[in-house]
């Protein structure tokens, strides 16, 4: 979003990103297994972000996401006694999810000492946590849109060009506070990011690996909840055009290079990123 670590004073910088996953691939831990129920999620968030540079070290940044989460199987017979003779069962939620405010600032840059960004913020618990099946049951947490908890974000940023080139790395943490209103109180997350980037006049790209872990998830406060939580490595291409001076368009296609989850779970078939930026001087 902040585009190499960069603050501009007064720049406002208004965004949107489109975010697809599929997940079909069932595997515990390391291994993959049968999708004996021929279980697939399918995960879509269309998010809007604005950034505005209060100086040229300060910015503030709000994310405003809408999420739509899609899960499909077919249930054997006596499989699920609100649908006993089995059959394809769907759950679905939709909506606003939980917004995030950050507030970003800029270390003073010294001579050829990489550019460093200082991020902290706030996730709210706004999106629904409230979605039912067809029968009126709620269904697992995991599927519901929002989290019910308000929770610190905290992130580090560097960036430092060499050449004709832009590496950067990130570093940042979301930390669960509490549980929602039914018990349940989502895992911690880290994510780390290395990024390879050419910034070129028209056409820009890159690669970057991604690092997530997910510690376990918890319910009726203090339960552990099981096939929730694992480490995770991505790698996604990512190709740019710059439109006009001012509006970028890019698009990136992250794919797993080591999976190691807790029990069983679905992990991902394929992703696609899509984003658009539009900066504007005020």
Known sequence: MLQYNAIVDGQLTIGTSYEY???????????????????????TATSFFVNYGLSDKFSLTLFVPYRSVTNEKVLFRGQNDDQYDGGKYIRHASG???????????????????????SAGVKLANGSIDATDKY?????DNLQIGSGSVDPIVAL???????????????????TMRENIYGYKYGNELHGILAADY??????????LSYLLATRDHYEYGKITRERGGTWLYLAPRLGIKVW??????????????????????????????????????
Do not use: C
Not at 136 to 140: A, E, L, M, Q
Not at 266 to 274: E, G, H
């Open 96 to 118: 606003v999810g939980d917004m995030a405010f950050m507030l970003n600032y800029a270390l003073p840059r010294f001579s050829k000492l990489p550019t460093i960004l200082l």
């Open 136 to 140: 009126g049951k709620r269904f697992s």
């Open 245 to 282: 001076d001012s509006l970028d368009f890019d698009i990136s296609l992250p794919f797993a290079v080591y999976q190691n989850v807790n029990e069983s779970q679905l992990t991902s078939s394929y992703q696609i990123q899509i984003n658009t930026t539009y900066h504007l001087a005020l």
């Open 21 to 43: 996953e599929f997940l079909t691939d069932p595997i515990y831990g390391t291994r993959s297994i049968p999708n004996v129920n021929r279980e697939r999620t399918n995960n």
């Open 157 to 175: 940023s560097l960036s430092q060009a060499y050449h004709n080139m832009i590496f950067s790395a990130e570093a940042f943490t979301r930390i």
């Open 199 to 208: 910034p070129g006049a028209l056409f820009y790209g890159g690669l970057r």
